[in-house]
């Protein structure tokens, strides 16, 4: 789902203790390192981590929403020239939206969580 709120007011930005509470609020969802930056990942598989501007979080995510998503909003949504070939894609927490980026994140962990598990979220939505 792509969903932006560029209507309403600019947001106030997220700080990385609202992405981290986001994550962990997700079944199975375990906090770790990757690449010396915290991360978050579900049953051993990456889903998102801090980027190490600092500013900045990586996410998983498919082509297209992605595409969609950087033309929408590429203040927000960018990415470099390192993830061009891979389904990633870097937020500005500054400038995201709080329930785009619940979306991202939830899709982020369903791209790297087993069906069973995304099926047992999916009962409880």
Partial sequence: MVRFNKGSAKPK???FRTVRAL???LPEAAEGTSYGTPAFFVRGKFFARKH???EVLVVKIDLKDRAQRMA???GTFFITDHYVKHPLMLVRLASVYVDDLRDLLVESWRR???QRLV???DETS
């Fill in 23 to 25: 994550a962990m609020a």
């Fill in 112 to 114: 790297s969580a087993p």
């Fill in 72 to 74: 929408a909003d590429p």
């Fill in 13 to 15: 930005p997220v700080t």
């Fill in 52 to 54: 190490q501007s600092g």
């Fill in 119 to 121: 099926a047992l979220l």
